[in-house]
């Protein structure tokens, strides 16, 4: 009875991350499967750790910080990779072919294989800020990092994407085959 009365509006609550906590990992791991383990992992930490939890207006980033753990602790666990700059260039794809990004579903897989090229901590940064809208105090928080460090690898990150997605175009564009006009 008392566990019901102390928890009650914390399952709820922290239940109704799981989607957010997938798509953040997601966008980290960009392994459906590893992603939905993370986030699995996290809400069960959370669970087990929801005696931590201070504010209930805080529980959002509290659990992402946690999936961050679980994530430093799964790259930790690879130890088939000297550095993640090594793990970056691995996770490295050109299936996603800048020609094809015409529709909307094309640029988004366009877009996201961009991102998926930004080394992982430009890319945690730019998906807490741009993606789940938290502020840099809390990025800070949940990376356990300062906010200059935030501040310095959200515009690293942004710029990057720029150029990325600024050579997919121009690439997009020099391939297509030129129109001749026939009378």
């Known amino acids: 009875m008392i566990r019901r009365v102390l928890f009650g509006p914390f399952r709820p609550g922290i239940e109704s991350l799981r989607p957010v906590l997938y798509r953040i990992a997601y966008s980290w791991c960009h392994d ?5 383990d993370l986030a699995q992992d996290t809400l069960s930490k959370a669970w087990t750790q929801c005696a931590q939890l201070r504010e209930a207006s805080a529980m ?3 659990a992402v910080a946690i999936m961050h753990r679980c994530w430093m602790d799964h790259l930790r666990t690879r130890r088939d990779f000297d550095s993640l700059d090594d793990w970056q260039e691995t996770i490295e794809s050109a299936s996603d072919s800048p020609e094809t990004c015409c529709d909307r579903e094309q640029i988004v897989a366009c877009v996201r294989a961009a991102v998926a090229r930004l080394p992982l901590g430009q890319r945690q940064v730019l998906t807490l800020v741009d993606l789940e ?3 840099y105090a809390e990025v800070a928080r949940i990376l356990d990092i300062p906010v200059g460090t ?5 515009s690293r990150a942004r710029a990057g994407l720029r150029a990325i ?3 997919a175009m ?4 020099a391939d297509r ?6 009378k």
């Open 170 to 173: 121009r690439q997009q564009t």
């Open 150 to 154: 935030v501040m310095s690898r959200l």
């Open 177 to 182: 085959p030129a129109l001749r006009r026939v």
């Open 133 to 135: 809208e938290f502020g």
């Open 32 to 36: 459906p499967t590893l992603a939905d």
């Open 60 to 62: 959002k980033a509290w």
């Open 165 to 167: 997605l600024d050579r």
